[in-house]
Nanobody, 116 residues
Framework: QVQLVESGGGLVQAGGSLRLSCAASGSIFRINAMGWYRQTPGKERELVAIIISDGSTNYAESVKGRFTISRNNAKNTVYLQMNSLKPEDTAVYYC??????????WGQGTQVTVSS
C-alpha cells in the first residue's frame, strides 16, 4: 500500500501564496502520475493539476498561470505552488497517487482558505 502525507494548507489573504507538499511512502514501485484535486461542500472533487511520469503537466483552466506543480523524484514528493490565490480557490485539497503496480491512493486532504 501507498501512504500519502500532505502539508502546507492554511489561511491566506487573496493575492497571497501557499505551497502544498505531498510525500508518498510504502509500496510505491513505479509512479505513473501524482496530482492535486480539490473539493468544496456539495461539489464533486475536481482536478487541479497533475504531473505525469514523463514530466508533462496538466492544469485546470481556472488555475493556469497561477499554480505550478512540480516533483522531487528522489523524495517521492509532489508540490503545488499556488500564487495569486483567490477566494474561489478555497477548498480541501487532496493529493492523488497513481502507480503502475500499487494502484491509486488519496491523501487525507488539507484545507486551503483564501479570505477576501
Amino acid at each position: 500500500q501507498v501512504q500519502l502525507v500532505e502539508s502546507g494548507g492554511g489561511l491566506v489573504q487573496a493575492g497571497g501564496s501557499l505551497r502544498l507538499s505531498c510525500a508518498a511512502s510504502g509500496s510505491i514501485f513505479r509512479i505513473n502520475a501524482m496530482g492535486w484535486y480539490r473539493q468544496t461542500p456539495g461539489k464533486e472533487r475536481e482536478l487541479v493539476a497533475i504531473i505525469i511520469s514523463d514530466g508533462s503537466t496538466n492544469y485546470a483552466e481556472s488555475v493556469k498561470g497561477r499554480f505550478t506543480i512540480s516533483r522531487n523524484n528522489a523524495k517521492n514528493t509532489v508540490y503545488l505552488q499556488m500564487n495569486s490565490l483567490k477566494p474561489e480557490d478555497t477548498a480541501v485539497y487532496y493529493c492523488n497517487f497513481r502507480g503502475s503496480l500499487s494502484g491509486m491512493a488519496w491523501g487525507q486532504g488539507t484545507q486551503v482558505t483564501v479570505s477576501s
